[in-house]
């Protein structure tokens, strides 16, 4: 999650610094790329914030380098092609915005207070929010003022311990503090731009003024793990440390140079105290030592004056890489999850063994969710936690190739992660609902036309009525327009279910299912009678049909299902999905491998030229 947040955020500065120099094209294509690669990896506003007080920090420092004759040698070219472009990017992610706050959507559980949440007579579906934002500052979380620049963590018990590995995200290594110090110290003015950035990152973190009020801010007030802001703080770091490195080597003089050695020595005091007033564990043992053996062979690098920059600067290299693998090591033999400790699950390796891994159809969903961990509950050693991704149970579907329950389970991990459309919900708290679930298709002979409100009207003083309905093989449509056929009746029916008079013969209905995939099916449908194959799966004004090659209408069933009419015989289906937001996603993928492959190849003929000249 760190790396697809924080990812794009260098190439964003880099095309903005670049262009802004040389008002080359190519740097304003680089910022496109990269603009793109953040929208659609993780949370944007993440981001966001982290860029939103660069410039605030960057107009404080660099004021007077703003002005508009600036702007005005932008060529008018660069203007319109960035302008076309972004707005291909940037289409998709404002219709699914635009989708999201019409309504009709849950947002995700955390946001909810389920102890609220109920369907209301006239089916809407009310709840109070649960909003509890989880802030951490920096320098208030234990372990982290450690971790950054050691790697060694401690916790009070294991059961903590196993907890606090997440912290390993924030470290960035020991050679960071000489560097960062140096930069501290130089007090330049790119240092106190990303310096103030990196302090209102992690104020926005902690949930402090004045970083706080960007929560005031459309879609900002959404974050809820505030916490994963103090990445950028980290990120901030290696910045203002490689410009310590820059500087340190611009200017080695004996000031410079008594920082580095003063800080690399106060580190390694630190690694000595923490190793003998905290409670040892074997990780944080071995990279304490691992820190201060590093740090003594950089000592000694500093303290050879006679040699040069060049070599200098090479060993240094060559110090922090091999301390990279050392740091590495550790943290793959003893980290819970990098050293095998799910893949060697017998449960998951019976999975990973396995011949057969074909997507398997179910005609009848499972009523349980097939949760593996569940499965050899008593022999530890098979057992898979529901903490892993493999115990929520969408991850597990995915796994075992089979279908998931279709009783929906809200909680903080699994399918509530995803949006949930509140019509389902709603038709879950139907009485009958169960019934109808169960099955991926239904044939129904017969149709009643009804709008959703008048059947739950009807429902209210029938509650078994969804019940009578599928034993008559009758079925509800609620568009508003439909073609009139014999198969459709009149809505008194529904007063008397039971004593009307029906053609009451065994329908021959067999549905084989030829092609499965995420946006569309294949069926081969035969039956000996005129009626409304129903696919129980949730209906979207995207969702098309064809019956033997020819489009046909998708008919709402109970409101949320897809139907199309057949005649009897033997026939083709075929549902498929597709709306202005899967046109809009695949314009700007190919726009995104346009601009990529373009100026990819415009880098490589002018480095050929350049070799040439």
Known sequence: TGIQIIHAVPWILFGLIQYQRTLEFRYSAILLLALCSSIYSYQLTYAFSFLIFLLISFVIFYWKKFSIKNLKKIPHWHITLTTIFLFLIISPIIQIAIIMLEGNYLPPVSRINLATLAVTEDLNVKFDLFFDRLPEFFFERENLMAVIFTGAFWAKNTAKLVDSWGVLIHFLGPTALPFLLVALFSRRRIVLCFGLSALLITLQAGEYFPGSLIYKLPFFFLIKYASILNLFFGFSVIILSALGFNIFFENRNSFYRRIV???????????????????????????????????????????????????????????????????????????????GQIYKNLSILELRNKEDHSLHFLMERPVAPPWIHEKHRRDSSRTVYPHTTAGN?????????????????????????????????????????????????????????????????????????????????????????????????????????????????????????????????????????????????????????????????????????????????????????????????????????????????????????????
């Open 261 to 339: 050695i003063g800080s690399t020595s106060f580190l390694i005091l630190g690694c000595i105290l923490l190793a003998t007033i905290l409670p040892g564990r074997a990780y944080s043992n071995s990279v304490l030592a691992l820190t201060s053996l590093t740090m003594m062979a950089f000592i000694v690098l500093i303290f050879l004056k006679q040699i040069s920059k060049i070599f200098l600067f090479n060993s240094l290299f060559v110090l922090i890489v091999i301390s990279s693998i050392f740091f590495q090591y550790l943290m793959k033999n003893y980290h819970p999850h990098l050293n």
């Open 393 to 613: 149970d969408e991850y597990s579907s995915f796994i075992n190739l089979t279908d998931a329950s279709y009783k929906l389970t809200l909680t903080a991990h699994g399918l509530a992660s995803f949006p949930i459309i509140k019509n389902y919900f709603t038709f879950l708290s139907l009485p009958g609902s169960d019934d109808f679930l169960r099955k991926k298709f239904h044939y129904f002979n017969h149709v009643i036309p009804i709008s959703m409100p008048d059947y739950i009207k009807k429902l209210s003083h029938e509650p078994k009525l969804t019940s009578k309905l599928l034993k008559k093989n009758i079925g509800v449509v609620t568009n508003l327009e439909y073609h009139p056929s014999s198969i459709y009746l009149k809505q008194d029916v529904l007063d008397n279910v039971e004593n009307h008079k029906l053609k009451t013969d065994k329908n021959e209905f067999n549905v084989q299912v030829i092609k499965y995939n995420a946006n569309n099916i294949e069926l081969e449908v035969t039956t000996d009678r005129e009626g409304l194959l129903t696919y129980t799966d949730t209906w979207d004004e995207g969702w098309h049909a064809k019956v033997d090659g020819v489009p046909v209408t998708v008919m709402r069933v109970f409101n949320i299902f897809k139907g199309i009419e057949l005649s009897a015989g033997t026939h083709q289906v075929e549902f498929y999905f597709t709306n202005w937001i899967l046109w809009s996603l695949i314009t700007m993928n190919i726009t995104y491998f346009i601009i990529l492959f373009a100026t990819a190849g415009c880098i490589l003929m002018r480095f050929r030229s350049a070799r040439k000249s």
